[in-house]
């Protein structure tokens, strides 16, 4: 399917258009016999972007999730404190209003906002500390992993790769071609009845 307004090609359970936004599924409604759109094909569609979302999280490299968890922890972390500010603002003023012994009840309200204060600090701390260290793990490991029996290993000898920028590609398959192909050409040397 194409995007009507941008001429984007985009796969039929996209629900937006990723260049420009347009929404595709009233186009594909109003193009269908359904109308605007049925719920089930609604409820296809959200899977689908959903699964979608889950393949480019899985392509992700770990910095780039260890950092997304680190930005997630912030605004939790701000959240949870912005929460814990108006929630004791808020029942003080409600509780100085009121009075009696329900007010010491409400100044203690002000405490819920710390859930998520110290989620969202426990979320910074998890990927400023500990999943950084596994990140670094991990590239240690790959680093260090032992390379298979049979793999393909580069070369980096000098004389094979002036070599290999002027061999031409071999098109049949030969065992002498390719071991020539590599060979240098003769040197040209004086010889001692040359010289007059």
């Given at each position: 399917m194409f995007c009507p307004s941008c001429g984007t090609e985009t796969r039929e359970?996209?629900?937006?258009?990723k260049k420009c936004g347009t929404n595709l599924?009233?186009?594909q409604g109003v193009m269908s016999k359904g109308g605007a759109g049925n719920s089930a094909d609604w409820n296809q569609w959200?899977?689908?972007?959903h699964q979608e979302k889950r393949e480019q999280n899985k392509r992700k490299s770990p910095e780039?999730?260890?950092l997304e968890e680190v930005k997630g922890g912030v605004i939790t972390a701000s959240i949870g404190l912005a929460i814990t500010i108006f929630f004791n603002f808020l029942f003080s003023a409600i509780a100085n209003a009121n009075g009696g012994p329900e007010a010491d009840i409400l100044r203690s309200l002000?405490?819920?906002?710390?859930?998520?204060?110290?989620?969202?600090l426990a979320f910074i701390f998890n990927?400023?500390?500990?999943?950084k260290r596994i990140v670094e793990l991990k590239k240690q490991n790959a680093e260090?992993?032992?390379?298979?029996?049979?793999a393909a290993v580069p070369n980096t000898s000098p004389v094979l790769q002036i070599g290999e920028s002027s061999a031409q590609p071999i098109s049949d398959y030969s065992i002498a071609e390719p071991t020539t192909a590599r060979l240098r050409e003769p040197i040209p040397m004086a010889s001692s009845r040359d010289t007059n």
């Open positions: 359970a996209i629900k937006f258009c599924k009233r186009v959200w899977i689908e972007e780039e999730k260890r002000w405490a819920v906002g710390l859930v998520p204060l110290f989620i969202g990927g400023l500390f500990v999943s260090n992993a032992p390379q298979p029996l049979f």
